[in-house]
């Protein structure tokens, strides 16, 4: 986020006196570059200078020693002690009496002294207060008190004027120091779209602020006059053998030489308060001056040291197994895919990664005297993918990689030069290198119907105005061919215009993005605010309400729904149980998971419910009632292969990455344990049970309009003797509900006997009909008998309501199993099954013969179907 001081913004544009950090961020949020932060003044109350009088050195008993003054802060501010238990080192004048740590000042020297009543950054508020016997009426201030940083001279202490931070700085006790020091400015912070790379430079904010409001900007790159080349320095080679995309990883590489400079000299106090207020620690006149062209400009420079620096340079992609040391002091592990800078050292050693950040084998240091200037231009997806391979970003990369003015190398490098120039006594080459400069040109020019704008935005635009708004972000507009319904023309035969984007602006590339500049320039706020009319009837589609039907059905039977996290680790297959190849085990992997011990996507929902469940109880929770509807994943059928970014992929590269995405499917699971009741004076809750569900599963798709077969199976993680498979008319298998396994169970500290379900809800809709059709109501009266039929342990009641169901026919309105009954008068292996069935027909009142028939066609279906014999 750019950090633009108002001082250094107005020198590139007009700004009308009295001008507020807010009012320019209103200006230029107008034209889309959002307010992030106002900064105020970094220091607010009496500031002032102040001069040392005396100094009284005290021991302390902690071993430190300090210094007892006597400073002269001006007559407006000086205040004479009175107080006789408080005596005053040296003869009594008008003046405070301040205690300080520091000992890099003497007496005579000109100090920064803020006053009780000043707030330093932080906030911190400054107030007389005793300390080490006597009152401390102020404080002498450093510069990181004051927000400045650690002193460029590299000494430790408070700020003495003439040095330092304070460097060329001289005043009187009582003057201003905030305004001394430059610290009463404020700042505007901006969001920059990944778009609009232009705008992290002055240049390109002032130009936008001129945009805004009308007023006069001028160009710092045209004041910058480039001397023609007197033959060639430093040479460079382009040599990019394998270009991402087909694009080279460096269009454009000016080198400068600037040998001579002063190594004590520092940056001008003016720069480096610009620095300090663009966010940036001033560190040496070199770099301070490439960072300060950098934020200036837009241009990101690099400074090499000349006597480390082995000729020729090139500009290649890395070695496999290639490392580099980089300015950070941290190794790097190369990849083939990185643009680096090369030089001869060593044969053939990388020196930088391009764009992204430099070697310290080449980094200026104390004691350098000449440099070589970098300025290029490189590919902004090189960029972008070495920024985060290495994990490096920094001021370079995040300005390459949306887009740097291919035309600034030559006129930023000259800048940089100039200011080493000046400031530190060099000497600049005439020799300059200058490869690929006949690269540096902007998009290609763009043909754009006049009446194009006002089709897609639906604002009337007059020629004149669209002609106007792109001339003034840079564009050349030169009128172009009549439409013909061809790529030249104008698609409706109208008149157009050829425009030429200018080079600061690589964004713009199709003639929409030129309507979208029109819009934002002539005023977002001239685009009407019409609402779209939704269309009637639509509503919620019938997954959609069959979903909510489902989870109503559960809320209704005393459940709480929950939403959990869609994560799990790999630990978790093997809590619930499953076998090694069972297919749940198929999950899929994220590349930047939000837990390092969490890196799958879940593929059943209880995978998730179960830990929210465990979290529940320990929370003081006694029993359990939750459930969940949400998505589940499979992983695909293979990895995703790279696609194209220049052109759109082919139909089949389009199926192939339709195949390898993973498999979501809607599912919905519940969790019950513990009582299914409050105690009460009748006993006990009853505790939730395997039969409860199986019944919600049954009420869950009763609730879509779907019915369920139940039929034992063992499936993990539920008990091999208490689960039930849940399927379809269809026959489809669409879930399972039951008691957890006795392992899981302990495993996730749920109550004993703890029960689940889990079904594919999607399937569960799709086994529906989409259309109930209505059935008459029958007039006429209902005959009620109930049947125990005694069948194998192995036969499932289904099997047996399907017979019945069969048997009687037309007349049968309802079966209903109500008891289930094993022991001694069922027979070993057997069991007893009893279902209350309900007969009734639509044509008349059922006589005590049709009753009869529809009776033993009931027992003769059951006894063939499953071999159920009537209990006695």
């Known amino acids: 986020m750019p950090r633009i001081p108002l001082t250094w913004l107005a020198q590139h544009v007009t700004l009308p006196e009295g001008t507020s950090a807010l009012q320019v961020a209103t200006d230029l949020s107008r034209v889309g570059l959002e307010e992030e932060a106002i900064f105020g003044a970094q220091v607010t ?111 430790d202490g408070i700020i003495v004027l003439g040095r330092g931070h304070a460097r060329g700085l001289t005043g009187e006790p009582g003057d201003d120091a905030i305004a001394l020091l430059g610290l009463g400015e404020e700042v505007v912070e901006i969001n920059v779209t990944p778009d609009r790379g232009y705008a992290f430079s002055m240049r390109g904010v002032a130009r936008e602020y001129a945009h805004a409001t009308g007023e006069a900007f001028t160009d710092p790159a045209l004041e910058v006059e480039v001397p023609a080349a007197d033959g060639s320095g430093v040479e460079v080679r382009l040599a990019d053998e394998t270009p991402i995309d087909g694009r080279p990883g460096c269009t454009r590489f000016v080198a400068q030489e600037v040998t001579g400079i002063d190594p004590t000299a520092h940056a001008p106090r003016w720069m480096q308060q610009r620095l300090v207020l663009a966010g940036m620690r001033p560190i040496s006149l070199i770099v301070d001056v490439t960072n300060y062209v950098m934020l200036d400009l837009g241009q990101p420079l690099h400074a090499y040291d000349a006597a480390e620096l082995v000729a020729p340079v090139t500009v290649r992609r890395a070695h496999a197994g290639e490392e ?25 050693r990388a020196i930088g990664i391009a764009g992204v950040m430099g070697g310290a084998s080449t980094e200026v240091s104390a004691a350098t005297t000449d440099v070589v200037l970098e300025a290029a231009s490189f590919d902004p997806v090189s960029v972008a993918r070495s920024a985060r391979r290495h994990r490096l970003p920094s001021e370079a990369s995040k300005r390459f990689e949306r887009g740097v003015d291919p035309q600034l190398p030559a006129i930023a490098v000259t800048r940089a030069a100039q200011l080493l120039a000046e400031h530190g006594g060099g000497t600049v080459s005439a020799a300059r290198t200058d490869v690929g400069a006949e690269s540096a040109q902007g998009a290609a020019p763009i043909v754009l119907e006049v009446g194009a704008p006002t089709r897609l935005v639906g604002v009337e635009y007059t020629s004149a105005q669209v002609r106007e708004a792109l001339e003034k972000i840079g564009c050349t507009v030169e009128d172009g061919p009549v439409g013909d319904g061809s790529a030249e023309g104008s698609a409706d035969g109208g008149p157009s215009f050829r425009v030429a984007p200018p080079s600061w602006r690589p964004d713009l590339r199709i003639r929409e993005d030129l309507i979208e500049e029109i819009a934002r320039l002539l005023g977002y706020e001239q685009i009407p605010s019409v609402l779209p009319q939704a269309p009637g009837g639509a509503g919620l589609t019938r997954a959609q309400k069959s979903r909510r039907f489902a989870a109503r059905a559960l809320a209704e039977a005393g459940l709480a729904e929950v939403l959990s996290f869609p994560f799990v680790p790999e630990s978790v297959f093997d809590e619930l149980g499953y076998g090694v190849d069972d297919p749940r085990r198929d999950a899929v992997r994220l590349l930047n998971p939000l837990a390092g011990d969490e890196p799958l996507l879940r593929t059943e929902l209880l995978q998730t419910l179960l830990p929210v469940a465990r979290r529940n109880l320990g929370r003081g929770q006694e029993s359990l009632a939750l459930f969940e509807v949400d998505a589940v994943s499979r992983a695909g059928s293979g990895p995703i292969a790279p696609l194209p970014a220049a052109q759109r992929p082919t139909d089949a590269q389009l199926e192939a990455v339709r195949d390898a995405m993973p498999v979501q499917a809607r599912h919905l699971a519940a ?26 599963a049954h009420r869950a798709a009763a609730a879509v309009g779907a019915r369920l077969e139940v039929r034992g199976r063992e499936h993990a993680p539920f008990h091999p003797g208490r689960c039930a498979e849940l399927r379809t008319d269809g026959g489809i298998v669409v879930g399972y509900a039951g008691e957890l396994h006795p392992k899981v169970v302990k495993a996730f500290d749920l109550p004993a006997r703890s029960c689940a379900l889990e079904l594919d809800l999607e399937q569960v809709i799709a086994a529906a009909p989409a259309v109930v059709a209505a059935e008459p109501v029958s007039t006429y009266p209902l005959a009620k008998e109930d049947f125990a039929f005694v069948v194998e342990d192995s036969v499932p009641a289904s099997a047996v309501e399907a017979a019945i169901i069969a048997g009687i026919g037309d007349v049968l309105e309802s079966v209903h199993l109500f008891d289930v009954y094993t022991g001694d008068q069922a027979g070993e292996g057997r069991k007893s099954l009893a279902f209350a069935v309900r007969l009734r027909s639509q044509e008349g009142t059922l006589s005590a013969k049709e009753i009869g028939a529809a009776r033993e066609r009931c027992v003769q279906a059951v006894a063939s179907a499953v071999g159920g014999v009537l209990r006695a």
């Open 45 to 155: 109350g009496p500031l002032v200078v102040g001069r040392v009088l005396d100094l009284v050195k005290e021991p302390q008993k902690n071993g430190k020693t300090i210094n007892w003054c006597r400073v002269d802060v001006g007559p407006e501010h000086n205040e004479a002690q009175d107080d006789p238990k408080d005596p005053q080192p040296g003869e009594e004048r008008p003046s405070r009496g301040i205690i300080c740590g520091a000992h890099n000042f003497v007496e005579g020297d000109l100090v920064v002294v803020s006053l009780p009543g000043t707030v330093l950054p932080g906030p911190f508020e400054i107030a007389a207060r005793k300390t080490y016997g006597h009152v401390s009426d102020g404080m002498i201030c450093s510069g990181d008190e004051l927000g400045l940083g650690p002193d460029p001279d590299g000494e």
């Open 324 to 348: 580099l040391a980089t300015l950070d002091d941290k190794p790097r592990a190369l990849d083939p895919e990185d643009l680096v800078i090369a030089d001869a050292g060593a044969g053939d």
């Open 671 to 696: 969790i019950l344990g513990g009582a299914s009741g409050p105690d009460s004076w009748w006993g006990s809750g009853r505790p939730w049970d395997w039969a409860d569900a199986i019944d919600l």
